[in-house]
């Protein structure tokens, strides 16, 4: 998927991942920076009680209630997060390129699994069986045309037969994806959950050949064992929204394939899929600062004009069959403001919700920001972290995240987990190994809602 770079000039050379920032940042900025985070976190709990203020979420600032159930189907979890974080690091430096990628999907799959089995079957099926979920109004979709066209008119509170709230909270395209599966067979919960991690852990090849396009393939092996032993894996397959992470992982793949090779298809290929994640969510028009930048990564703007033709066409498909999503967004946001969101406080939220971020990506992100921060001129990783970050901070001062955010966030997360791979080798395994620790304690201590 690297293009060869004596063939094609106008992409410039960059200097590899261990060239750069490992000896350009201090211990003492990253223990700093991570005790920021923690303090953030620290206060995000500490602040409600203090201030005798109910923030409408009952673990603060987790959308999570406090259930510790360590029990044996704990025991293959620990197991496996010990392999991982032996193994992996080793594998992405030698093991040859596809078995990098096979290796991301296989781990993330495993990972993803032996966390939420730690409940046994309920781990993954729990969510699905929700009325609030997707699944509920799913099956009981008869026309797809006719939920179209009468999708705007179900979302207010007071409508007749009125949306459960995911389906309601999103445009039809999420829906759509669980009307799908339901058709083909697939209704039962746990193996809704499966189908949904198998997509999910998808997500890994997307970014680690994205990193590999922009930039190169030793940059790419250094993230693949982060991405995989992020906290973020609690979430990752048990929602809908780690789905949105594979499609629009995928788009950026694709988009960065058409700029770095002068590809007409991949880049009809990446406004489809990122046109799509539109009809997903909301909030992923905000993925639009992703796509800009890897074509300034690239240095082009030449997919651009194939990629909103590929967008476009999403959006014609959907307009013509009822759903306007210009008309559909103000009336979500009454139906989002007339519910609990009213309730929760934004003076809190707006900094609550990095702290909620902060469970999905763990210290080790934070400890990475100082380095990150010095190469950010020449390392395409932390560009593309940058742009997330910013994305996640558009969508916090929008208002239209608060809390949630462990579950919202995540086609933003990925690309910033990648993060703590610039950090100096020694400290590669244990803070591996306190991102395994940060996972199985999100998990095993917290009843968390996805």
């Known amino acids: 998927m690297t293009s060869d770079r004596r063939d094609e000039p106008h992409v410039r050379p960059r200097p590899s991942l261990r060239d750069v920032p490992r000896l350009l940042a201090s211990p003492r900025a990253a223990a700093t920076s991570a005790g920021v985070g923690l303090l953030l976190v620290v206060a995000s709990m500490v602040v409600p009680r203090l201030l005798d203020e109910d923030v409408r979420v009952h673990w603060p600032p987790l959308h999570a209630d406090w259930d510790p159930r360590i029990g044996v189907l704990t025991v293959p979890a620990v197991v496996l997060g010990l392999v991982l974080v032996l193994l992996l690091p080793r594998l992405a430096r030698s093991a040859p390129w596809r078995a990098v990628l096979l290796t991301g999907f296989t781990a993330t799959w495993l ?173 992923l028009v905000l993925l639009g600062i992703l796509a800009v930048a890897v074509l300034i990564i690239a240095r082009t703007w030449r997919p651009l004009p194939w990629a909103l033709g590929g967008a476009g066409v999403v959006a014609a498909l959907f307009t013509l069959g009822g759903f306007a999503w210009w008309e559909a967004y103000p009336v979500l946001r009454e139906r989002y403001y007339a519910g609990i969101a009213s309730e929760r406080a934004y003076s809190y939220w707006v900094w609550g919700d990095i702290a909620a971020w902060t469970f999905t990506v763990g210290l080790a992100v934070w400890a990475a920001f100082p380095y990150a921060a010095k190469a950010f001129r020449t390392n395409v990783l932390v560009q593309l972290a940058a742009a997330a970050l910013l994305t996640i901070a558009v969508a916090t001062l929008s208002g239209m995240s608060k809390a949630e955010v462990e579950r919202i966030f995540l086609p933003f997360t990925i690309w910033v987990v990648t993060l703590p791979s610039l950090l100096p080798g020694r400290w590669h395994r244990p803070l591996l190994l306190s991102q395994v620790v940060l996972a199985l304690c999100a998990q095993q201590l917290l009843l968390t809602r996805w």
């Open 111 to 283: 990972w993803i699994m032996a966390l939420a089995l730690t409940e046994g079957t309920d781990g993954l099926a729990r969510v699905f069986e929700r009325r609030q979920e997707y699944v509920y109004d799913a099956q009981s979709v008869g026309s797809i045309h006719t939920m179209l066209q009468t999708f705007v008119d179900r979302i207010p509170f007071d409508a007749p037969d009125n949306w459960y709230v995911h389906v309601a909270g999103h445009p039809p395209g999420a829906l759509l994806y669980f009307v799908g599966i339901d058709r083909l067979g697939i209704t039962d919960p746990f193996w809704i959950g499966v189908v949904c991690v198998t997509i999910a852990s998808t997500a890994i090849v997307a970014v680690l050949l994205t990193l590999r396009t922009l930039g190169s393939e030793q940059l790419a092996r250094s993230a693949m064992p982060w991405i995989v032993l992020a906290p973020s894996a609690v979430w990752m397959g048990v929602n809908g929204d780690a789905v949105f992470t594979a499609v629009a992982a995928w788009g950026l793949a694709l988009l960065a394939v058409a700029a770095v090779h002068r590809r007409v298809l991949p880049a009809i290929g990446a406004g489809v899929l990122l046109g799509y994640c539109v009809y997903l969510s909301y909030g």
